[in-house]
């Protein structure tokens, strides 16, 4: 009896008053023996969030400890305002004020960012639809809000939040910004240099001063990270030519009043300019020092350079990677003498041990299939770690197309001395691909032409791609799919359906067409890690429509020959070799394509091959020469004239640009241009920075030379007879895909010549 009346009938434990509560023995309650648990206070919340968060069933005893440890439990979900427990008898009430529920977060006055960004934003930080509500968040988010005009120069942004409330404990939330001016760079300032001109390490920097460009690239906005950057840009300048102790002192970055400009000094110490003087091995290196003496990049005499010093360190270790030792040590220690301004290195190496790979983990893709990524891979799990195969595999999924970046991380696995997992890192890049092109001519007037690619659909890795032509002359509908790995082994397959016609120019000759329908099917085979030989077959069909006036007398023959219909099937054959470092802005390497086609069966019987050959030579980081040449020839077999459908065609873009697009080579006596079963293409750019740009790869522009033509099958290929132009340019990566832009002035042409001197084209090089 006193026991039950010790007991309180009724008690309130706040959160605010638990600990005091349980600290005096008057206030406490004793234990008991919970028959019952009730919640009260729900209105969204599930029952049992609250049970599931509780230190006690029913059945159990109940102590102040746990009635403290149940509280800071419930506080802890972040659900609740307010919680309170009641006894009465051997019941025990939990009584809760649920948080109001964010219904809607809004923004006003936000034109900077696209609102799904600054909800991305939020969201990362909790704040997000149907979360709960709380002030403590609110004022996090517009701290997070200003940070990200901060992050774009808008030092003056303002923030207001507006919390209206709405039925069934709801809220919303509205942003109101005032984004003010963006913040300029008013000036760079270089302190200390001595041996290089301001204005020459200035150009270094991706930041500058506004410039008329400034509104494309945004050099002219402060960002810390591009700050960061561009100082260990000009820290790469100096190690790399002989400033082995160069340093920066410091960073003064000073923003005026009106939060409208922004100065920015740096303090750096050149330090003395060292000459390498020897370099030597020191450690295990496996029994093959020769081979890793093959590898120093360190010119003893020549100065002190980082670029090789890193070079050489990678490559020992890469060269350890490929016998397996994955935690293999390299260090370059140098020995410096600065009495006389020299430098030797010691080169430190330390195998370790050999490791397997465990797992390989692919994240980012968040569209494309793993098993897309992991085709590639050359390197194997549960295989002794191979760093040759590794850095196949992140070359093999790069060209893939489909990523910005690809990065593969070594991480060693907790609890073992040899193993690791390769984490692949990659970034996911828009895959679609819209073509088009125009040009303009008295004859033709405006041509268009028109396309769709997916290069991963649904990503599968396959391609998908329509191709449409306006042209009055050229007219055609072309559906292709490629599915690159139709085998397991890596056969590709592609499947393409087109349908083209062929018409002269309006007073040229008379209304007749030319219209091609067909289908083919090729396989791809890799015979090495760059090399890919492909197998194909089709079948064809050409109409002649004679139209109204007489046919060309080429034509008509082709006609009297085989009939106005006729079929044939070509069998193909090429190769290809991709060396280049990218394949939508290509800075080095090497392309080449071989493709052979030989009509086996059916009305025309013949032989047709071409040649293609791209180089890219990186002059410096701003500057690349590029150069094409292709060289087509054709010929008719057992007796047959070569089809006059099959001719190469020569002229505009991606040819000889100034002239239009398939003008020149042979004509007949209506003037219609032919094409010619020879051809010869040799195109020539200076690819520079456009100016304003600074650094920036994705607006350039180029210079170019062009020369060509295509012959007929008597002619022998005559130098004398190539046609040729010069021109300017602007290429420009645009959100719909490359788009280059040139204006060409043609400098070898013959009367009769079509040209055309202003042509832009997406998609296309050259």
């Not at 009584?95 to 991305?120: H, Q, S």
């Not at 000759?509 to 396989?523: E, I, N």
């Amino acid at each position: 009896m006193q026991k039950n009346l010790s007991r309180f009938k009724f008690r309130t434990i706040s959160a605010i008053a638990a600990s005091l509560l349980l600290a005096q023995s008057a206030w406490a309650v004793d234990p008991f023996t919970v028959k019952d648990i009730r919640v009260e206070g729900l209105q969204r919340v599930e029952p049992g969030t609250i049970f599931a968060s509780l230190p006690f069933r029913v059945g159990e005893t109940y102590n102040d400890d746990k009635g403290s440890t149940a509280i800071r439990a419930l506080f802890g979900l972040g659900l609740f305002k307010d919680v309170r427990l009641e006894v009465t008898g051997d019941v025990l009430v939990v009584i809760v004020e649920e948080r109001p529920t964010i219904a809607d977060v809004n923004f006003v006055g936000a034109k900077e960012f696209d609102k799904d960004v600054l909800k991305k934003a939020l969201r990362e930080i909790g704040l997000a639809d149907g979360q709960p509500f709380d002030k403590a968040l609110a004022d996090k988010a517009e701290q997070e809000l200003k940070r990200q005009y901060i992050n774009r120069s808008m030092y003056g942004a303002e923030i207001v939040t507006t919390v209206t409330p709405i039925e069934r404990n709801r809220v919303n939330l509205s942003f109101n910004v005032v984004e003010g001016e963006t913040a300029k760079i008013k000036e760079i300032r270089i302190v200390g240099n001595q041996a290089f001109g301001e204005s020459t390490l200035r150009d270094l920097f991706d930041l500058n001063t506004p410039g008329w460009m400034s509104w494309y690239t945004k050099s002219d906005r402060y960002s810390r990270a591009k700050l960061n950057a561009d100082l260990e840009t000009l820290r790469s300048y100096y190690l790399a030519r002989g400033y082995l102790e160069f340093k920066v002192d410091s960073t003064q970055v000073a923003i005026s009043p009106d939060k409208q400009d922004v100065s920015i000094t740096i303090n750096v110490t050149e330090g003395a300019r060292f000459v390498v003087s020897g370099i030597k091995l020191e450690g295990n290196y496996l029994g093959k020092d020769e081979e890793f003496k093959s590898l120093v990049t360190i010119k003893p005499g020549q100065a002190y350079n980082a670029d090789t010093v890193a070079e050489t360190s990678k490559a020992f270790t890469d060269y350890f990677g490929t016998f397996g030792y994955a935690f293999a040590r390299v260090e370059a220690v140098p020995e410096i003498d600065r009495v006389n301004n020299r430098v030797a290195f010691v080169m430190q190496g330390e195998p370790s041990r050999r490791a397997y790979v465990r797992r390989i983990n692919v994240a980012g893709n968040n569209r494309t299939r793993d098993e897309v990524v992991r085709r590639e891979f050359r390197q194997f799990e549960s295989s002794w770690y191979d760093g040759d195969k590794i850095r196949l595999s992140r070359d093999r999924v790069d060209r893939l197309g489909f990523f910005t970046e690809v990065n593969i991380d070594t991480q060693e696995v907790t609890g073992t001395v040899d193993q690791v997992d390769l984490a692949v890192n990659v970034v996911e890049k828009p895959t679609g691909n819209l073509q088009l092109g125009a040009g303009f001519s008295s004859a033709e007037k405006l041509s268009l032409t028109f396309g769709v690619q997916q290069e991963n659909v649904f990503g599968s890795g396959n391609y998908l791609g329509v191709q449409v032509n306006t042209s009055k002359i050229n007219r055609q509908l072309v559906l292709s799919t490629v599915d690159p790995y139709f085998t397991a082994s890596g056969i590709s397959r592609s499947l393409d359906v087109y349908f083209r016609t062929v018409r002269p120019l309006d007073g040229q000759g008379g209304d007749y067409g030319l219209k091609t329908t067909g289908a083919s099917m090729r396989f791809g085979v890799p015979f090495t890690e760059r090399d890919t030989v492909y197998f194909g077959a089709g079948l064809e069909r050409l109409t002649i429509e004679p139209g109204i006036n007489a046919l060309p007398s080429t034509y008509q023959a082709y006609a009297n020959l085989f009939g106005y219909s006729s079929n044939s099937v070509p069998l193909t054959v090429g190769w290809t070799r991709d060396s280049r470092d990218s394949a939508l802005v290509p800075t080095k390497g090497r392309y080449q394509r071989v493709f052979g086609e030989w009509g086996v069966a059916g009305d025309a019987r013949y032989l047709r091959g071409n040649y293609q050959t791209q180089q890219y030579i990186p002059l410096n980081k701003q500057f690349t020469v590029a150069l094409n040449g292709e060289l087509g020839w054709g010929a008719g077999l057992s007796g047959r004239p070569f089809p006059v459908f099959k001719n190469f065609a020569s002229g505009g873009l991606g040819s000889v640009r100034g002239f239009q697009q398939g003008s020149l080579g042979p004509r007949d006596a209506s003037n219609l241009a032919l094409g010619g079963p020879k051809k010869i293409t040799l195109n020539a750019e200076m690819i520079a920075p456009f100016p304003g740009t600074g650094n920036d790869r994705t607006l350039r522009m180029y210079g170019f030379v062009d020369a060509g033509n295509v012959f007929g099958a008597n002619d022998p290929y005559r130098l004398n007879d190539l046609r040729a132009s010069v021109g300017v340019g602007i290429s420009w990566i645009s959100p719909v895909g490359p788009l280059r832009v040139a204006i060409a002035n043609p400098i070898r042409k013959q009367v009769g010549d079509r040209i055309e001197r202003f042509q832009f084209q997406i998609g296309t090089s050259f």
